[in-house]
């Protein structure tokens, strides 16, 4: 397929990821605030506390705080990723269509499909690192830090000035990690996808097929990378202690470390139900979306093509 097709997988992705963030932002926030607060081992944990303590120190409109931010991060992020993952796969197939393989019946094996998704998955984490340093930082801002709207190029600003640039980039090496987690989420849903295309045609993968397979996909791959959730999350809201010069020497595995001796291994799976049922329910409603748009994108990049070669003609 030419670059049209990966410019529209690119806009029906973006848009998908920004309806779904709209559509479950609630429950990243109760899951984010989960993921960052630390509690000894000995310390009960209401689960429900932390619902009752954003609405009571912020109101109802503290479940959207860094909205704005997770829709910058997530908007740019699945442009980027489809774009590219489309990208490298068409690259895969195109190779094969060369050696005189059928592209349309061999589609990419799950080797293939992990490349595709480690390549696409690298370009994004760290293309967008620092709007979700910033939408974390947001998020998880307490009462006595100000309630007053900021938006995501400001914090992003602030953190620089007061933290360092190289902090706009903390928790990128557990992200680059992380990156296993789409692999594995898109993996499933390709697999899934070929098979239902090979045995009943195209038209068969329907949006609600896209909405189950989607859930399917991020159930297993969140369940699996929860730690380097947490503690992605956990540096993207550590500030600069000057005082504190072991703290920032610590590696990935230290910290993790630090976390299991200090909080048990509870403080690594802290607010998992809640990340499960969101990531679940994000990435299901991604896929729906995504699938509704990509008629609309495909429209939309064919009239953008052929204004362009009007021009040129």
Same mark, same amino acid.
């Given at each position: 397929?030419?670059?049209?097709?990966?410019?529209?997988?690119?806009?029906?992705?973006?848009?998908?990821?920004?309806?779904?963030?709209? /559509?479950?932002?609630?429950? /990243?926030?109760?899951?984010?605030?989960?993921?960052?607060?630390?509690?000894?081992? %000995?310390? +009960?944990? +209401?689960?429900?506390?932390?619902?009752? %303590?954003?609405?009571?120190?912020?109101?109802?409109?503290?479940?959207?705080? #860094?909205?704005?931010?997770?829709?910058?991060?997530?908007?740019?992020?699945?442009?980027?990723?489809?774009?590219?993952?489309?990208?490298?796969?068409?690259?895969?197939? $195109?190779?094969?269509?060369?050696?005189?393989?059928?592209?349309?019946?061999?589609? !990419?094996?799950?080797?293939?499909?992990?490349?595709?998704?480690?390549?696409?998955?690298?370009?994004?984490?760290?293309?967008?690192?620092?709007?979700?340093?910033?939408?974390?930082?947001?998020?998880?801002?307490?009462?006595?830090?100000?309630?007053?709207?900021?938006?995501?190029?400001?914090?992003?600003?602030?953190?620089? $000035?007061? +933290? #360092?640039?190289?902090?706009?980039?903390?928790? /990128?090496?557990?992200?680059?990690?992380?990156?296993?987690?789409?692999?594995?989420?898109?993996?499933?849903?390709? $697999?899934?996808?070929?098979?239902?295309?090979?045995?009943?045609?195209?038209? @068969?993968?329907?949006?609600?097929?896209?909405?189950?397979?989607?859930?399917? #996909?991020?159930?297993?791959?969140?369940? !699996?990378?929860?730690?380097?959730?947490?503690?992605?999350?956990?540096?993207?809201?550590?500030?600069?202690?000057?005082? %504190?010069?072991? @703290?920032?020497?610590?590696?990935?595995?230290?910290?993790?470390?630090?976390?299991?001796?200090?909080? #048990?291994?509870?403080? !690594?799976?802290?607010?998992?139900?809640?990340?499960?049922? $969101?990531?679940?329910?994000?990435?299901?409603?991604?896929?729906?979306?995504?699938?509704?748009?990509?008629?609309?994108?495909?429209?939309?990049?064919?009239?953008?093509?052929?204004?362009?070669?009007?021009?040129?003609?």
């Amino acid at each position: 397929m030419s670059s049209g097709s990966e410019f529209a997988h690119a806009l029906a992705g973006a848009g998908g990821g920004a309806l779904s963030m709209i /559509v479950t932002y609630p429950l /990243v926030t109760l899951s984010t605030l989960a993921q960052t607060t630390k509690k000894k081992k %000995d310390e +009960d944990t +209401d689960k429900k506390a932390g619902l009752r %303590d954003v609405i009571r120190q912020k109101g109802i409109g503290g479940l959207y705080s #860094g909205l704005e931010s997770a829709l910058y991060g997530i908007t740019l992020s699945n442009f980027i990723y489809y774009y590219f993952y489309e990208l490298s796969s068409n690259a895969f197939l $195109q190779a094969k269509v060369a050696a005189g393989g059928s592209r349309r019946k061999r589609g !990419l094996t799950t080797v293939e499909l992990m490349i595709t998704g480690a390549v696409a998955g690298a370009i994004t984490v760290i293309g967008t690192n620092p709007f979700w340093v910033a939408n974390t930082r947001l998020m998880t801002r307490t009462k006595e830090e100000g309630t007053r709207s900021r938006s995501a190029f400001r914090t992003m600003v602030d953190i620089a $000035q007061t +933290d #360092g640039v190289g902090t706009l980039f903390a928790g /990128v090496f557990p992200a680059l990690v992380l990156v296993i987690n789409p692999i594995i989420q898109y993996t499933i849903l390709e $697999q899934f996808r070929n098979a239902i295309v090979a045995s009943s045609g195209v038209a @068969a993968f329907t949006s609600a097929k896209a909405f189950l397979i989607g859930a399917l #996909g991020k159930l297993v791959a969140t369940t !699996l990378t929860y730690p380097y959730i947490t503690l992605k999350s956990r540096m993207h809201v550590k500030k600069k202690q000057v005082s %504190d010069e072991q @703290a920032k020497e610590l590696s990935m595995w230290q910290e993790i470390r630090k976390i299991i001796h200090e909080e #048990g291994l509870e403080g !690594l799976y802290r607010g998992l139900a809640v990340k499960l049922f $969101q990531s679940i329910m994000t990435a299901a409603f991604l896929f729906y979306f995504k699938e509704e748009l990509m008629v609309g994108s495909i429209k939309l990049v064919r009239i953008l093509q052929g204004r362009r070669l009007k021009k040129l003609l």
